[in-house]
């Protein structure tokens, strides 16, 4: 089998799996706890904190766990607008932002705030101009994707933080979930308020993300109960999950630093083979791309029969994000880039890990291109 749906959900890697195993059977008190049950598994959890937000670069204080980034997601904007709703009810996001923003933007709208939605042009990127004309005396938030989870484009955060710096009152949110270990992001540098990731993207277990909130900032709990994680994330905490987490992003940017041109190459293959077959159109931009994300069309299939005669050879893709590709709904993304309706519906996802090999990429550009000869006979 080969796997090329990684960015749907990784493999954990065993040793991720291990200190899990080992944190919940042998440290397995509550960290609230104040006998030595509970003290040995506060100090791992924060111990986990120190090892993240020195990964990430970022304050330990500023490492806020969770269970994944669609709760991320969530506590950042809607903990944005409950906090600062007396300030402002303007919001603004993308085009193309992942279902958890996008859904929590559209149950904002339902409680009276207004939302702009920033165009992008055809590779999938905003312009920093449309946020800046967008903001008005009573925007209090700016939510921007990091790397588009569907086609990889990467959105100039730098740039937006930038500008957003001159605009005291706006909280500034990035969904960093598909960029992490792949795609480098400064948190700190970019002026960077808000930062989502989740274990699960980077070889971690489900159930485990994190939010970096940046110091000085504050948003509304949309959890009640315990106050545990300093108030804002209330619930009795999954030690051995923010563990494992920490030796999972530890392990991915360790092959982030020795495999980078390694899944650039296997990406730079699958591109230029792609290319050269008949009836594919790609979506993944040739510039300012993630390393690790390829779509594409093959025009005349729809998507999900693709998928699935894919696998019958033995090759693992999925057609748009994993959140909504059992809903068989077309890609916002890659309608919002002004691709037809008709060459969405073909549109095939393919993601890799640092895992993932040349020798791979040449089996799949042969089994796609036979699937497509096979499936067109059949059709005829």
């Given at each position: 089998m080969i796997y090329f749906d990684n960015s749907a959900t990784t493999k954990p890697f065993p040793e991720v799996v291990d200190s899990f195993v080992k944190v919940s059977s042998e440290f397995f008190g509550n960290p609230s706890s104040i006998h030595r049950l509970g003290v040995e598994a506060e100090?791992?959890?924060?111990?986990?904190?120190?090892?993240?937000?020195?990964?990430?670069?970022?304050?330990?204080r500023e490492v806020y766990f969770t269970s994944g980034g669609t709760e991320s997601n969530n506590l950042a904007i809607k903990g944005t607008a409950l906090m600062y709703r007396n300030r402002g009810k303007?919001?603004?996001?993308?085009?193309v932002e992942h279902?958890?923003?996008?859904?929590?933007?559209?149950?904002?709208?339902?409680?009276?705030?207004?939302?702009?939605v920033v165009p992008v042009d055809t590779e999938g990127r905003v312009s920093i101009s449309d946020i800046e004309d967008a903001i008005c005396h009573d925007t209090i938030l700016v939510s921007i994707m990091h790397v588009n989870n569907e086609v990889g484009t990467i959105q100039p955060i730098k740039e937006i933080g930038n500008m957003l710096k001159g605009y005291s009152k706006i909280l500034f949110h990035v969904?960093?979930?598909?960029?992490?270990?792949?795609?480098?992001?400064?948190?700190?540098?970019?002026?960077?308020?808000?930062?989502s990731i989740s274990a699960h993207k980077f070889h971690g277990l489900k159930g485990t993300g994190v939010l970096v909130v940046r110091e000085g900032v504050q948003i509304s709990p949309l959890f009640s109960g315990g106050n545990q994680e300093w108030k804002l994330r209330s619930g009795t905490e999954n030690v051995a999950g923010a563990v494992s987490m920490a030796k999972a992003l530890r392990l991915t940017l360790q092959s982030y630093?020795?495999?980078?041109?390694?899944?650039?190459e296997v990406q730079s293959y699958l591109?230029?083979?792609?290319?050269?077959?008949?009836?594919?159109v790609i979506h993944t931009p040739s510039k300012g791309q993630a390393p690790h994300i390829i779509n594409f069309s093959v025009k005349g299939f729809r998507g999900e029969v693709f998928v699935h005669a894919l696998e019958e050879k033995g090759l693992i893709v999925s057609t748009t994000s994993a959140c909504s590709s059992k809903k068989k709904a077309i890609s916002h993304t890659l309608l919002a880039m002004n691709v037809s309706k008709e060459v969405a519906e073909s549109a095939i996802r393919m993601s890799l890990s640092y895992e993932n090999t040349l020798e791979e990429a040449s089996k799949a550009v042969s089994i796609i291109q036979t699937t497509a000869t096979e499936l067109r006979e059949v059709m005829h």
């Open positions: 100090s791992l959890l924060a111990q986990a904190r120190k090892q993240i937000g020195e990964l990430l670069q970022v304050n330990p303007h919001i603004i996001t993308s085009a279902a958890s923003v996008r859904e929590a933007f559209q149950q904002l709208k339902e409680l009276g705030f207004r939302i702009t969904d960093y979930v598909q960029g992490v270990g792949k795609v480098a992001l400064d948190i700190q540098r970019y002026h960077i308020d808000l930062c630093k020795t495999k980078l041109s390694q899944i650039s591109l230029k083979e792609l290319q050269a077959l008949e009836d594919i």
